[in-house]
């Protein structure tokens, strides 16, 4: 009688317990809300103080750096294995992701300018911050360094492959 059935009209998180504090503790982590926050001053044209632009661009700056440091340390600690999780994952960072953006924006008319940049942004290899994440949370260390690795390396003949057919 623990289980709620199919039809049931409890309220869903009675259904699973523990949702609700997940999602709290989730929404706490400021990988969650620094975004968000951000994506909401930028939208009200809010603008911040000299000193703390100047402040949170050199953390900004210096972000990048460390996110290259972190997923250094990862390839060396993990050795690369490709499977097909891997493969699946690169290959749908680097060629499906740039492929749909390009069909829809052919499908919708947009021009070369605006077309050949957001194809080419969303051809770029995947993020060190996967690492991070992977790490943080003790979930596909191995396979996320593996999939940087070899998403960096493809990206090499995808990226200029999307550059041919967006000219």
Do not use: C
């Not at 999602?23 to 809300?33: F, Q, S």
């Not at 990862?74 to 992701?97: E, F, G, P, S, T």
């Not at 390009?102 to 996967?130: D, F, K, N, Q």
């Amino acid at each position: 009688m623990g289980k709620a059935s199919v039809g049931s009209t409890a309220h869903p998180t009675a259904r699973y317990p523990g949702f609700a504090e997940k999602l709290l503790e989730t929404a706490k982590e400021p990988i969650v809300w620094a975004p968000v926050l951000a994506f909401l001053l930028v939208l009200f044209d809010v603008s911040i103080p000299s000193l703390l632009g100047h402040g949170l661009s050199l953390l900004g700056q210096a972000s990048g750096g460390v996110a290259l440091f972190a997923s250094g340390i990862m390839l060396a600690a993990h050795k690369i294995k490709i499977d097909r999780i891997v493969l699946l994952l690169v290959a749908l960072k680097n060629v499906i992701q740039p492929a749909l953006v390009l069909g829809s924006l052919l499908w919708l008319g947009y021009e070369p300018p605006i077309r050949a940049e957001a194809v080419l942004t969303s051809a770029i290899p995947t993020m060190p911050i996967v690492i991070v994440l992977a790490v943080q949370y003790d979930v596909f260390e191995a396979r996320s360094s593996s999939a940087l690795f070899l998403s960096v390396i493809g990206s090499i003949f995808t990226m200029a492959g999307f550059i041919a057919l967006t000219r």
